[in-house]
Structure formats: structure tokens, C-alpha cells
């Protein structure tokens, strides 16, 4: 056999190992949206939309995937404080549970300079749009150069500004079209819960990121804030979970 034929052999092969474990680990993906939809049924869940942690049962978390994960809604991508290549995760992205990508971003505490730092965060911007995958920002003391970013790219697809705790840049995130997701800053941080009254129900996240807590504490925080029954805070993050997070196809 010559050279070439062998290749394309090799390629052909490679690529029907590729379909076969998509295609099963769409059948997965299927199971896991039936079991949920049972419980879903009952009553709508509270959303986490980061979190390094697996949630509870009522709750649909993006969980922020460190090696491959198959049983659970998840997010990829390289932290900014990591200087991976992304395109080794690749074939995470095309998996039917990776629903996001992140989280990912600009942070100027992180050790990786901040030249490295731009070429992984935009590789993963390209990465969004590419895969129709919404985007979780990680964005520390860099609020000036993620926008200019978010301005020259122009992504389509929604970006999520998780672990949001600067009162003052609110304004500007939310204009930009950046959604902010609160953690549990808001559960001590009065001035940052005052600033979110301002926003309705649709313009914002929840999430707990690397907190050992249940999200369910910082919905209490919002819902009191803002003086509404928890019910109707969880209805409209659920309905806005789905829009934003187009992979999500339940319900
Ligand atoms: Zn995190």
C-alpha cells in the first residue's frame, strides 16, 4: 500500500472512531435530558451557571470541566492563569454535553503574560462563535482591554461576565451586551446587591464557582433584594438559561 492510501486509511478510520463516539455519547446526552426532564417536570430547577463543583439534583449547573466529563451539562476552556494550547480540547467542544465555553479570559494577577494571555482568550472567542457556544468570562483588573476585544471581534454569540463584583463597571458591562453573573459576593457585598436592583430579571446570572455552596443561598439573597417570591426568580433565570445556552435542549 502506498503512502498515501495508508493515510487515508488511517484518516478514515479515525474519523468513523470519531462518529461512533459522538453518536453514543449522543445517546448518553438523551438519557441524561429524559431523567431530567422527569424531575424538571416537578418543579423548575434553579440554575448555577458556574460552578466547580457537581450540583444537586434540582439544580442544572454549568460545571467548569477539568478532563473529560460525560454525564452533565459542562463547560471547557483554558483559564487565563494556564497557558495551554486550546485547540487540544477541540474535540470537548463537539461533545452534545459541552454547552459553553470557559471559563476564560484577561487577568492581570495571572503569572502568564498578558501577549500569551490575549492569543489563548481570542483562539476560545474564535472557539465560540465557531461552535455556537455561549462564552464565560473570567476577567480580573482587565475590564479596558475585554472590551476593546469584545468590541473589535464583535461576537455573536452571548458572553457571561461570571463572578461579577465591580459595582462600578456594571453600567458599562451591561451595555456592552456582557451578561453578569453574581456569585456569593452578593450575599456580603451590599453595595454590589443595591447596583443589581437596577437590573430586571433576564439581565443577569447566579452561579457559586469554586464555593462549597448551594446556589440556592444566593437566589435567597436576590430574591429578598429585590422583593420577589423565589418562584418567580427561578422562572425567569430558567427561561433565560435556555436562551442563552442554546445546546440546552430541554423544554
Ligand atoms: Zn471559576
Same mark, same amino acid.
Not at 128 to 146: A, N
Given at each position: 500500500?502506498?503512502?498515501?492510501?495508508?493515510?487515508?486509511?488511517?484518516?478514515?478510520?479515525?474519523?468513523?472512531?470519531?462518529?461512533?463516539?459522538?453518536?453514543?455519547?449522543?445517546?448518553?446526552?438523551?438519557?441524561?435530558?429524559?431523567?431530567?426532564?422527569?424531575?424538571?417536570?416537578?418543579?423548575?430547577?434553579?440554575?448555577?451557571?458556574?460552578?466547580?463543583?457537581?450540583?444537586?439534583?434540582?439544580?442544572?449547573? *454549568? /460545571?467548569? !470541566?477539568?478532563?473529560?466529563?460525560?454525564?452533565? +451539562? %459542562?463547560? $471547557?476552556? @483554558?483559564?487565563?492563569?494556564?497557558?495551554? *494550547? /486550546?485547540? !487540544?480540547?477541540?474535540?470537548?467542544?463537539?461533545? +452534545? %454535553?459541552? $454547552?459553553? @465555553?470557559?471559563?476564560?479570559?484577561?487577568?492581570?494577577?495571572?503569572?502568564?503574560?498578558?501577549?500569551?494571555?490575549?492569543?489563548?482568550?481570542?483562539?476560545?472567542?474564535?472557539?465560540?462563535?465557531?461552535?455556537?457556544?455561549?462564552?464565560?468570562?473570567?476577567?480580573?483588573?482587565?475590564?479596558?482591554?475585554?472590551?476593546?476585544?469584545?468590541?473589535?471581534?464583535?461576537?455573536?454569540?452571548?458572553?457571561?461576565?461570571?463572578?461579577?463584583?465591580?459595582?462600578?463597571?456594571?453600567?458599562?458591562?451591561?451595555?456592552?451586551?456582557?451578561?453578569?453573573?453574581?456569585?456569593?459576593?452578593?450575599?456580603?457585598?451590599?453595595?454590589?446587591?443595591?447596583?443589581?436592583?437596577?437590573?430586571?430579571?433576564?439581565?443577569?446570572?447566579?452561579?457559586?464557582?469554586?464555593?462549597?455552596?448551594?446556589?440556592?443561598?444566593?437566589?435567597?439573597?436576590?430574591?429578598?433584594?429585590?422583593?420577589?417570591?423565589?418562584?418567580?426568580?427561578?422562572?425567569?433565570?430558567?427561561?433565560?438559561?435556555?436562551?442563552?445556552?442554546?445546546?440546552?435542549?430541554?423544554?
Amino acid at each position: 500500500m502506498n503512502l498515501n492510501r495508508k493515510k487515508n486509511k488511517i484518516h478514515r478510520s479515525y474519523l468513523m472512531s470519531c462518529v461512533i463516539k459522538l453518536n453514543k455519547n449522543t445517546i448518553l446526552f438523551h438519557h441524561f435530558l429524559q431523567k431530567k426532564q422527569l424531575s424538571l417536570n416537578m418543579s423548575v430547577p434553579y440554575v448555577n451557571v458556574h460552578s466547580h463543583f457537581v450540583e444537586a439534583s434540582n439544580v442544572v449547573g *454549568v /460545571f467548569q !470541566a477539568t478532563s473529560n466529563v460525560v454525564n452533565r +451539562p %459542562f463547560s $471547557i476552556g @483554558i483559564h487565563p492563569q494556564f497557558s495551554e *494550547v /486550546f485547540h !487540544a480540547r477541540v474535540e470537548q467542544l463537539l461533545h +452534545p %454535553f459541552c $454547552i459553553a @465555553i470557559g471559563e476564560c479570559g484577561l487577568d492581570k494577577r495571572s503569572k502568564t503574560p498578558m501577549n500569551e494571555q490575549l492569543l489563548i482568550f481570542e483562539k476560545q472567542i474564535e472557539c465560540s462563535e465557531k461552535f455556537k457556544l455561549p462564552l464565560i468570562l473570567h476577567c480580573v483588573k482587565s475590564w479596558e482591554e475585554v472590551r476593546a476585544i469584545h468590541r473589535s471581534m464583535n461576537p455573536q454569540m452571548p458572553w457571561i461576565f461570571h463572578g461579577f463584583n465591580k459595582v462600578q463597571l456594571l453600567d458599562q458591562v451591561v451595555s456592552t451586551g456582557i451578561i453578569p453573573s453574581f456569585g456569593v459576593s452578593l450575599c456580603h457585598n451590599e453595595k454590589l446587591l443595591d447596583a443589581s436592583m437596577d437590573l430586571d430579571l433576564t439581565q443577569f446570572f447566579l452561579e457559586t464557582d469554586d464555593a462549597k455552596l448551594n446556589v440556592s443561598v444566593v437566589y435567597n439573597v436576590m430574591a429578598k433584594g429585590k422583593k420577589i417570591n423565589l418562584d418567580t426568580l427561578k422562572l425567569a433565570q430558567y427561561k433565560q438559561f435556555k436562551k442563552v445556552f442554546v445546546k440546552w435542549k430541554n423544554g
